[in-house]
């Protein structure tokens, strides 16, 4: 698959509630990063949705380590997290691994690990980075500025890539 695979997700679904503790537990990952802005709520939404919030705490009852990590602000990411008490990594600078990094070395689990997230340019290839899998889902909202509609016009080749291999039964 070569240099492909980095932005080629492992899975993508409608939103975060298609993931599981099930859907985890059948792949043998324990440890999951959630990118936070428009995968588990919207870019303009200070705090997760109370259906977001209990979807998140109900995987980690389920023995899922769940953490965070953001390109946004540590004001922002410290905020959304107020009431999850999770681990959380703001100013990750994604695509780089570092940021997933130091979600996985504080991690008591140590079973397989993933990266759910929302874009292919950033959050793919930061999980891929750090060796990890990757689950996409829809961004949550789709109004963005000019920036983000760019690079999800570029995202698009690589979406069709995903669902040629999924229909291949490659994935």
């Known amino acids: 698959m070569g240099i492909l695979r980095y932005f080629t997700p492992d899975r993508m679904e409608r939103d975060i509630y298609c993931y599981t503790a099930k ?19 919207a870019c303009d939404s200070p705090v997760p949705s109370e259906r977001a919030k209990q979807h998140l705490l109900s995987l980690k009852e389920s023995g899922v380590d769940i953490m965070l990590v953001s390109n946004n602000s540590e004001e922002r990411v410290r905020i959304f997290n107020e ?13 780089s691994a570092s ?57 698009r080749p690589f979406i069709r890539r995903y669902k040629r291999l999924l229909k291949r039964g490659k994935l």
Not at 23 to 41: E, K
């Open 99 to 155: 940021g997933l990094k130091r979600c996985l070395e504080q991690s008591r689990n140590s079973g397989g690990s993933a990266l759910v997230g929302d874009q292919i340019f950033t959050d793919c290839l930061a999980a891929r980075r750090a060796g990890i899998s990757c689950f996409l889902v829809e961004p949550v909202k789709t109004a963005e500025n000019a920036f983000f509609r760019f690079k999800r016009f570029w995202e």
């Open 23 to 41: 859907f985890f537990a059948s792949r043998g990952i324990d440890r999951v990063v959630f990118d936070i802005d428009n995968t588990v709520a």
């Open 83 to 95: 009431g999850l008490g999770f681990f959380a990594v703001a100013d990750a600078h994604k695509p």
